[in-house]
């Protein structure tokens, strides 16, 4: 009867520890969704029709970080057109532009 009490109550600790780690599994995932929520806002640049329209999401409580997305996104906007008029170039017989800076040097 102990033995039997005693393999019961280890299939419980089993049972907690798993339902432990549910759990922090679980508070993992609140926490990666409450912060892409945050970035709940959203601003486009640009024109479909000229150089592409640029879609950077944001959250506008926090303009410091939210300058530095749009000026990333920005920064991206203006290598996607440099490496369609390089590839365009190049399939013209053209030369290869020189590569872009990374792109924390661009944003500071």
Known sequence: MLEALKSMLAVV???IKEIE???????????????????RDSIEIGTPG????????????????AKKRIDHM?????????????MW????????LP???DSTDAIG
Not at 23 to 37: F, K, Y
Not at 50 to 65: F, I, L, M, S
Not at 89 to 96: C, L, M
């Open 21 to 39: 780690l549910l759990q922090q599994q679980t508070l993992a995932e609140v926490r990666e969704i409450n912060a892409a929520s945050l970035l």
């Open 50 to 65: 000229k150089q592409g329209v640029a879609k950077c999401y944001v959250n506008a409580a926090d303009p410091e970080d």
């Open 99 to 101: 590569a872009m800076p």
């Open 13 to 15: 600790n089993d049972a």
């Open 89 to 96: 170039a190049e399939s013209d017989g053209g030369t290869k």
């Open 74 to 86: 920005l920064f991206l906007r203006v290598y996607a057109n440099v490496m369609g008029v390089q």
